[in-house]
């Protein structure tokens, strides 16, 4: 009998719902908060608070859990290197992350799945601990997308896998062919309220959509980390920046509460369409 889920944790709906779906399968869940960035409605589940330097503590304490699975999930800002309270083992990594971090968040990310791995946990992404979460193919909600809102969603699929080579980001708004904004490291919500910001010849209104934002994962990136993640709030940002539509890689991004972001979408007069991964690639 498989132990518990092992869930490395920080801030948003995510961990929340990979935590709700594991106690509802039967498996548990072993929570680590981490400290600084505590989701609050994760006390409730068994586990601790952790430093981000504490990972001799994190590994001790999923093996006395009886873990063998482990995902990590949630919003984390990167630390600054010189101010991490470290344990021995942390100590022992860190001229490794801090070398790898200056690659990029994937690198760095890959550091702590390598080091995890070594001492016997199958690290899984969070899609494979909730598979309900990843995007469907095809029309999800909302009117069909135009021709127009096809070919800005095609740009936009081909801007953000170009970006995300580049380990800049996994997000990307297009409207009429014109590339209106990138995701860096601020974020969808922030690169969302930028373009609501521009101005009305440049982009859609609530009154006259136009415009798509696609989401989807970095090509460098390891999936089982970072996977590009949509919630309502991404619908209504979406919504106030005059946008047709979001497209989101089906099988590569997640969707969180997607009944409630129909529901948000359709009341918003909003596409959701899951592209192909394919798309904007060749």
């Known amino acids: 009998?498989?132990?518990?889920?092992?869930?490395?944790?920080?801030?948003?709906?995510?961990?929340?719902?990979?935590?709700?779906?594991?106690?509802?399968?039967?498996?548990?869940?072993?929570?680590?908060r981490l400290k600084g960035f505590e989701e609050p409605r994760l006390a409730a589940y068994p586990g601790a608070v952790v430093g981000l330097g504490e990972i001799g503590g994190v590994l001790s304490r999923l093996k006395e859990a009886g873990c063998r699975?482990?995902?990590?999930?949630?919003?984390?800002?990167?630390?600054?290197f010189s101010d991490l309270k470290l344990d021995l083992k942390g100590a022992a990594l860190l001229p490794k992350v801090i070398s790898e971090a200056r690659k990029g968040d994937d690198a760095l990310l890959r550091v702590l799945v390598q080091e995890f791995e070594k001492h016997g946990f199958n690290v899984i992404g969070s899609?494979?601990?909730?598979?309900?979460?990843?995007?469907?193919?095809?029309?999800?909600a909302g009117p069909p997308p135009s021709d127009l809102s096809m070919i800005d969603l095609e740009v936009a699929a081909r801007t953000a896998a170009a970006t995300?080579?580049?380990?800049?980001?996994?997000?990307?708004?297009?409207?009429?062919?014109?590339?209106?904004?990138?995701?860096?490291?601020?974020?969808?919500?922030?690169?969302?309220?930028?373009?609501?910001?521009?101005?009305?010849?440049?982009?859609?209104?609530?009154a006259a959509r136009r415009g798509v934002l696609v989401k989807r994962p970095k090509?460098?990136?390891?999936?089982?980390?970072?996977?590009?993640?949509?919630?309502?709030?991404?619908?209504?940002?979406?919504?106030?920046?005059g946008l047709a539509g979001i497209g989101i890689e089906a099988g590569g991004a997640l969707m969180l509460n997607r009944p409630a972001m129909a529901k948000?979408?359709?009341?918003?007069?909003?596409?959701?369409?899951?592209?192909?991964?394919?798309l904007g690639t060749g």
């Open 264 to 278: 948000r979408a359709e009341e918003l007069g909003l596409f959701l369409y899951g592209f192909p991964a394919s």
């Open 127 to 140: 899609e494979v601990a909730h598979a309900a979460l990843l995007a469907p193919a095809g029309l999800i």
């Open 69 to 80: 699975d482990v995902v990590f999930a949630g919003i984390v800002n990167r630390p600054n």
């Open 1 to 32: 009998m498989p132990g518990p889920l092992g869930l490395i944790a920080g801030l948003g709906d995510l961990p929340v719902a990979i935590a709700e779906n594991a106690v509802a399968t039967g498996q548990g869940v072993h929570v680590l």
């Open 219 to 241: 090509p460098v990136q390891d999936r089982r980390i970072d996977l590009p993640t949509t919630g309502v709030s991404t619908v209504e940002l979406a919504a106030a920046a």
């Open 164 to 206: 995300g080579a580049l380990d800049i980001g996994q997000g990307c708004v297009v409207c009429d062919g014109l590339v209106l904004a990138v995701e860096a490291q601020e974020g969808t919500d922030e690169m969302l309220r930028r373009c609501a910001g521009l101005p009305d010849t440049i982009r859609g209104t609530p």
